[in-house]
């Protein structure tokens, strides 16, 4: 039962890692699989071969213990690859990282966020009129890059969730990256829950063909490295 326990809570560990890295879940949900199971039984094998003799308790034993072993190396090889999976671009299409569909609404089942309800609208009056989807002469000609690199840090054991105008875009762990395009002209990138996003976000006006680095630490911004060109640096 214990292992039944394990097993499930890291292939759904393995599955968010694989899913921050921009790599789809499935090929390390097998891996999960393969890798513990496979080294289990090996482990088990390899006890009973070596160690046990012709005692056969003492040979059940020593396959049970090689077994939990091959076990724990194999869900350990498991959690570092789905760790360090090479970095993709793939996300659900229409989907946030909790696997709900948007369908016109948030990921916490409120209205679909507007960060300038009653601030401004395009005549500079306050409205909830959202300027970035609802003007057509502030998207962008060509559309810009936006990378965000999430600092290396010990304190942080959890990816952390960002978001585009309201959108979800990423999750990222500790020390990984992610770029992506935008054709507004105005952005915000909100770290963790954008209803709720307080200080921790960025608004900018990108340039068509520009080029936007966000960085932070410990799921807050870097303000002091944020970086905004109007062209992509060579």
């Known amino acids: 039962m214990l292992e039944i326990i394990c097993v499930i809570w890291l292939w759904k560990v393995n599955g968010r890692n694989a899913l921050a890295r921009g790599q789809k879940p499935t090929k390390y949900h097998v891996l999960t699989l393969v890798l513990w199971f496979g080294l289990e039984s090996l482990g088990t094998i390899s006890g009973m071969l070596f160690f046990g003799g012709t005692d ?3 040979s059940f034993m020593f396959a049970y213990i090689c077994g939990i072993i091959g076990a724990a190396a194999g869900g350990f090889l498991s959690y570092r690859l789905a760790l360090n999976a090479p970095q993709g671009d793939y996300r659900p299409e229409g989907q946030n990282p909790y ?8 990921p916490y089942g409120q209205k679909p966020y507007n960060p300038y309800a009653g601030q401004w609208n395009q005549q500079g009056a306050p409205g909830n009129v959202n300027p970035w989807q609802e003007q057509n002469q502030d998207m962008l000609t060509a559309p810009a890059t936006v990378r965000i690199l999430t600092e290396p840090s010990f304190r942080q054991d959890e990816p952390v969730d960002f978001y585009l105008n309201g959108r979800w875009v990423c999750r990222l762990n500790s020390g990984c990256e992610y770029t992506f395009l935008t054709s507004s002209r105005r952005n915000i990138v909100t770290v963790g829950n954008p209803v709720e996003m307080g200080d921790n976000n960025v608004k900018f006006i990108a340039a068509a063909g ?3 680095e966000i960085h932070t630490q410990d799921g807050r911004m870097l303000p002091e490295r944020f970086k905004n060109f109007t062209s992509k640096p060579s």
């Open 56 to 58: 056969s308790d003492k």
């Open 210 to 212: 520009g080029y936007t």
């Open 99 to 106: 696997g709900q569909g948007f369908g016109g609404q948030s």
